[in-house]
């Protein structure tokens, strides 16, 4: 379309202009949108490593509660055992002289001499 006339060249600039004016409203908006789309993201991002530093801490103390009770548990049963050796020697010699006892009776039932120990 050849305008030659200048009120067709006027429409043709206006409604340019106006097309162009559209386009930068819209990105205009896009830009807002970007902006608060980044805002909010800053915003859920430090929430989520505040929350995740305040669930390593938790995680931390309860970690240290865990090892305390179980370093109890580890030097009650150290204390234990201390004080079950001496009473199993005694069960074990015992057991030792009983089953060279049991021995001997085996070996005079069946008339073979049984070696010492």
């Known amino acids: ?15 340019r202009l106006k097309r162009l004016e559209e386009q930068i409203s819209a990105l205009h908006k896009r830009v807002n949108d970007f ?7 800053s915003g859920v991002t430090l929430a989520g490593v505040v929350s995740f530093a305040f669930w390593l801490g938790g995680l931390n ?4 509660r865990n090892t305390a009770e179980l370093d109890k548990l580890n030097n009650t049963v150290k204390a234990l055992s201390d004080k079950l050796i001496p009473p199993m020697a005694v069960v074990e010699t015992k057991i030792e002289n009983l089953d060279r006892k049991i021995d001997r009776i085996d070996d005079k039932l069946t008339g073979q001499v049984a070696p010492q120990r």
């Open 35 to 41: 902006r608060l789309i980044n805002f909010i993201l």
């Open 61 to 64: 103390s309860e970690l240290k």
């Open 1 to 15: 379309m050849a305008a030659n006339n200048p009120a067709d060249i006027q429409e043709i600039i206006d409604s």
